[in-house]
C-alpha cells in the first residue's frame, strides 16, 4: 500500500526540503516553503521487470520529423527547424512585453496555412482573445480558443480524433490538474499540469508552446522546475516605453541556443526586424560630442549600436555614476581605468553613460565605445565621423580582442564604417594596445586634465 509523507518544496526554485525552513537553502528566498503530501511505494509494489529495456541506438527506427515552418523565416531560424512536432517550448516575459501578442500571431500564422492551432487562455475571456485577434487581423476557421483552466480540458484536446498542430497554454501557472492537490501556480500543479501536457504532445506530434510568469528578479517562475522539463526555453524582453522587444533563445534541443530575434511592437502587432544591423541607432547626429558607435555582438548577431556619455561638473560630495543598458559597476571600473592611467580627474564630475534605444547589454566589447563616449563628453570634441569600436579594457589599461572579431570587422565594412578601433590577438591598437595609445588615436594627446 502506497504511503504518504510531507515534503517542503520552495515556490520559487522547486528545492525540496525535509523539514521547513524560513529561507530556502537553495535559492536563500524567504518564506517560499510550502508543504506537500506525497505518495511513496513501498518496496513490495516496487517489483522489477518491466517492459521497458535499453536497445542498441543502431536497430532504432524511424526518422526524425522535419519541422513546420511557422509562416515566419526569421522564427523560424531562431526555433532551428520551426514547429518541431512533439517539441514543449516555454515562453518566458515580464507582464505586458507582448508574449501573448507574438503567441496569438503565431497561432494565426499556422491557420492561415491550413493547420489548426488552438489558443488556450486561463487568464482572459473569449471575447477578450476575440478582440485582440480581431485587432491584429487573425480571425479565421482554423484559429480556436479556449478559455479554460483546467488541464484536463486541454488534455481532451488530444483524445478528440484530430490533435491540434499547435497548442498555446497561457500560462501554465493559471492550469491546475484535478488529480493534484494545491492551488494553480503552486510547484505540485505546474509541474502536473507541464508533464501532463509535454508527454501528450509527443504522443500526438503537437507542438506545445507553454507561458510562464517571471519572478520579481526578471527569472522564468521555478526555472528548475520547468526549463529542464521542455525542449526549448525562449525570453521575450525589452522595455514597454520603446517599440522594440528581443526573443532571446536559452535553451534549445533543435538549434542554436545563442540565437534572438529583434521585434518591433506596431499596430497590428510585433514585427520581426530583419535586418537589426542598425535599428538601434535611430536618428544619430554623428557631430556632436559624447556619442560612439560600438559593433556589437549578441548571440550570433553583430549590430551597432550607439554608446551616449555625459560628463559635467558636480557639486555634490560624492559626484553621480549612472548607467543605463549595462551595469553601473562595468562604468566604475572604466571610470578608475581612466582616471589611473591618462591622469584624468574625474572625482569632481558627473558621469552619466547610456546605450541607445532602451538596449541591454553584457558583452565586453563595448568597453571601448564606453571610454570614447566618455572621453569625448570630457573633451567635448565628436568623435571622427563614421568611427566605430570594439574592445575589452583590462585593469592596467590594455585593449584586449574580443570575440567574434571578424564577424564584427566584415558587418562593419558592408555598413560603410571607418575608421575602426579595435584589438586584435598580437597586434595593437593603431600602433598601442594601451587606451593611452587610443586616446592619442582620436584626439592627438596622450593624456592631460579634461574639462570636467
Not at 566618455?374 to 565621423?385: A, G, H, N, Q, T
Not at 590577438?425 to 584626439?443: C, E, M, R, W
Request: net charge neutral.
Amino acid at each position: 500500500m502506497a504511503k504518504t509523507r510531507e515534503i517542503y518544496i520552495c515556490s520559487t526554485c522547486g528545492n525540496q526540503s525535509l523539514v521547513w525552513q524560513g529561507q530556502c537553502p537553495a535559492c536563500k528566498e524567504w518564506n517560499t516553503l510550502a508543504a506537500e503530501v506525497v505518495s511513496k511505494k513501498s518496496p513490495s509494489e516496487s517489483k522489477p521487470g518491466g517492459k521497458n529495456a535499453p536497445v542498441a541506438l543502431e536497430e532504432v527506427g524511424g526518422e526524425l520529423m522535419q519541422g513546420r515552418p511557422t509562416g515566419f523565416d526569421e522564427l523560424d531560424r531562431v526555433l532551428g527547424k520551426g514547429l518541431t512536432p512533439g517539441a514543449a517550448v516555454l515562453l518566458g516575459g515580464e507582464p505586458g512585453i507582448g508574449k501573448s501578442t507574438l503567441l496569438l500571431q503565431l497561432a494565426g500564422s499556422v491557420a492561415t496555412r491550413g493547420g489548426r492551432a488552438v489558443y488556450a487562455s486561463g487568464e482572459e475571456s473569449l471575447p477578450q482573445l476575440k478582440g485582440r485577434a480581431e485587432r491584429l487581423g487573425l480571425l479565421g476557421p482554423g484559429l480556436l480558443a479556449m478559455a479554460t483552466a483546467s488541464s484536463d480540458d486541454l488534455l481532451n484536446l488530444f483524445t478528440s480524433g484530430q490533435p491540434p498542430e499547435l497548442l498555446i497554454v497561457d500560462s501554465v501557472q493559471t492550469m491546475a490538474s484535478s488529480r493534484v492537490d494545491g492551488i494553480p501556480g503552486s510547484v505540485s500543479q505546474v509541474r502536473a499540469v507541464s508533464t501532463e501536457l509535454i508527454e501528450q504532445a509527443k504522443k500526438s506530434a503537437t507542438t506545445l508552446f507553454l507561458v510562464g510568469h517571471v519572478t520579481k528578479e526578471g527569472s522564468i517562475a521555478g526555472p528548475k522546475l520547468m526549463e529542464h522539463m521542455v525542449d526549448t526555453v525562449l525570453y521575450l524582453e525589452g522595455d514597454r516605453r520603446h517599440l522594440y522587444r528581443i526573443l532571446r533563445v536559452l535553451k534549445n534541443r533543435f538549434g542554436p541556443s545563442d540565437e534572438l530575434l529583434v521585434l518591433e511592437m506596431l499596430e497590428k502587432g510585433l514585427s520581426i526586424v530583419t535586418d537589426p544591423s542598425t535599428f538601434f541607432l535611430g536618428e544619430r547626429d554623428a557631430s556632436l560630442s559624447g556619442t560612439a558607435v560600438v559593433m556589437a555582438m549578441d548571440g550570433q548577431r553583430p549590430f551597432a549600436v550607439e554608446v551616449q556619455a555625459l560628463v559635467g561638473r558636480s557639486t555634490l560630495s560624492f559626484p553621480r555614476r549612472t548607467a543605463l543598458g549595462f551595469d553601473v559597476n562595468r562604468l566604475h571600473l572604466l571610470l578608475a581605468v581612466l582616471e589611473k592611467h591618462l591622469r584624468i580627474n574625474l572625482a569632481t564630475s558627473d558621469v552619466y553613460c547610456k546605450i541607445g534605444g532602451g538596449l541591454k547589454l553584457a558583452e565586453p566589447g563595448l568597453d571601448l565605445g564606453i571610454v570614447a563616449a566618455v572621453l569625448s563628453s570630457l573633451y567635448d570634441r565628436p568623435l571622427p565621423e563614421g568611427a566605430v569600436f570594439w574592445g575589452e579594457i583590462d585593469l592596467n589599461g590594455m585593449v584586449r580582442p574580443v570575440s567574434a572579431h571578424d564577424i564584427r570587422r566584415k558587418q562593419a565594412k558592408r555598413l560603410g564604417y571607418g575608421p575602426m578601433f579595435f584589438s586584435r590577438q598580437g597586434k595593437g591598437l593603431h600602433g598601442s594596445g594601451t587606451i593611452g595609445g587610443f586616446q592619442k588615436a582620436l584626439f592627438g594627446q596622450e593624456g592631460g586634465q579634461g574639462e570636467g
